[in-house]
C-alpha cells in the first residue's frame, strides 16, 4: 500500500500545482491580463505627467510674464500701485 501511496500523493500534489499555474489566481491568463492593464495604466500615466508638465509650464509663465508686465509698466509707463508714490528726479 505505501508503494502507491508516494506517487499517488505526488501526482496529486502535481495537479493540484498545475491547476494553480492554469486557473489560479496567479495563472498565466490573469497574469496576462494585469500585464495589459498595467501598460493602460502606465500609458494613462505618461499622459497625466505631460498635462501636469505642460500646467506648470503655463503656471510658471503666467507667473514671470505678470512680473515682466509689471516692471515694464513702472520703467516705460511711470505706473504705480495703490498706496505709492511716483517721485521722479530730472538730471
Same mark, same amino acid.
Given at each position: %500500500? /505505501?508503494?502507491?501511496?508516494?506517487?499517488? #500523493?505526488?501526482? &496529486?500534489?502535481?495537479?493540484?500545482?498545475?491547476?494553480? #499555474?492554469?486557473?489560479?489566481?496567479? /495563472?498565466?491568463? +490573469? =497574469? +496576462?491580463? @494585469? $500585464?495589459?492593464? @498595467?501598460? =493602460? $495604466?502606465?500609458?494613462?500615466?505618461? $499622459?497625466? /505627467?505631460? &498635462? +501636469?508638465?505642460? #500646467? &506648470?509650464? !503655463?503656471?510658471?509663465? @503666467?507667473? !514671470?510674464? @505678470?512680473?515682466? =508686465? !509689471? *516692471?515694464?509698466?513702472? /520703467? *516705460? #509707463?511711470? %505706473?504705480?500701485? +495703490?498706496? !505709492?508714490?511716483?517721485? $521722479?528726479?530730472?538730471?
Amino acid at each position: %500500500m /505505501s508503494k502507491r501511496f508516494v506517487p499517488t #500523493l505526488l501526482i &496529486a500534489l502535481l495537479l493540484i500545482l498545475h491547476g494553480q #499555474l492554469w486557473f489560479g489566481r496567479g /495563472s498565466v491568463h +490573469n =497574469v +496576462n491580463k @494585469l $500585464q495589459i492593464e @498595467l501598460d =493602460v $495604466q502606465k500609458g494613462k500615466n505618461t $499622459q497625466a /505627467s505631460l &498635462a +501636469n508638465d505642460r #500646467l &506648470a509650464a !503655463e503656471i510658471r509663465d @503666467l507667473k !514671470e510674464g @505678470l512680473e515682466i =508686465v !509689471e *516692471e515694464k509698466a513702472r /520703467s *516705460e #509707463l511711470g %505706473m504705480v500701485k +495703490n498706496n !505709492e508714490i511716483f517721485v $521722479q528726479i530730472a538730471h
